[in-house]
T-cell receptor, first 113, second 113 residues
Framework: AQTVTQSQPEMSVQEAETVTLSCTYD???????LFWYKQPPSRQMILVIR??????QNATENRFSVNFQKAAKSFSLKISDSQLGDTAMYFC??????????FGQGTRLTINP | DAGVIQSPRHEVTEMGQEVTLRCKPI?????LFWYRQTMMRGLELLIY????????DSGMPEDRFSAKMPNASFSTLKIQPSEPRDSAVYFC???????????FGEGSRLTVL
């Protein structure tokens, strides 16, 4: 069974700093998708960024980028120029075969003014 | 597009009562997922449907839980009888055909006293 591990339960940085959230996963498959979701206090689950395993290029969405290391089964999220609105729980997730999504335990990120 | 719509947003009930949670997926999506979120266990997949057919219900905790999808635009998750340990936020999500991304509803917060 696939597992997703987020080793940082909580992180805290100052506004405008860069922060990196870690995620590792375990799978024997070669084709899959990886996601980062954000859950602010409103509890809405919001997609931040998506990566297809067959693509070597790291995905980027504005201030959000990933470092995808397929051999190491690592998928970290970098948030540049962090903003107060980035305060949220962040979940790393794995999907194989465009089916069910398996989530990590989450990292609670706080951006301080 | 209205997104995934869940009801109720909040429900407080007494142990032993029947609870029904409802979900309307995004039009055109052919997969629907029910997740449960608790502090202790994080986000757990309960069941998912593909073209209205249940594909994997291995995450359903026990026989007290049941889910149906009578048509492409409606699903229910029922708990009968409810117990205090069922208290959680229940999310419904539907999946787009092209990207595999899951779109989540705002969740239903259930409290069983």
């Amino acid at each position: 069974a696939q597992t997703v591990t987020q080793s940082q339960p909580e992180m805290s940085v100052q506004e405008a700093e860069t922060v990196t959230l870690s995620c590792t996963y375990d799978t024997s498959e070669s084709n899959y998708y990886l996601f980062w979701y954000k859950q602010p206090p409103s509890r809405q689950m919001i997609l931040v960024i998506r990566q297809e395993a067959y693509k070597q290029q790291n995905a980027t969405e504005n201030r959000f980028s990933v470092n995808f290391q397929k051999a190491a089964k690592s998928f970290s999220l970098k948030i540049s120029d962090s903003q107060l609105g980035d305060t949220a729980m962040y979940f790393c997730a794995f999907m194989q075969g465009a089916q069910k999504l398996v989530f990590g335990q989450g990292t609670r990120l706080t951006i301080n003014p | 597009d209205a997104g995934v719509i869940q009801s109720p947003r909040h429900e407080v009930t007494e142990m032993g009562q029947e609870v029904t949670l409802r979900c309307k997926p995004i039009s055109g999506h052919n997969s629907l997922f029910w997740y449960r979120q608790t502090m202790m266990r994080g986000l757990e997949l309960l069941i998912y449907f593909n073209n209205n057919v249940p594909i994997d219900d291995s995450g359903m905790p026990e026989d007290r839980f049941s889910a149906k999808m009578p048509n492409a635009s409606f699903s229910t998750l029922k708990i009968q009888p409810s117990e205090p340990r069922d208290s959680a936020v229940y999310f419904c999500a539907s999946q787009g055909r092209d990207t595999g991304e899951l779109f989540f509803g705002e969740g239903s917060r259930l409290t069983v006293l």
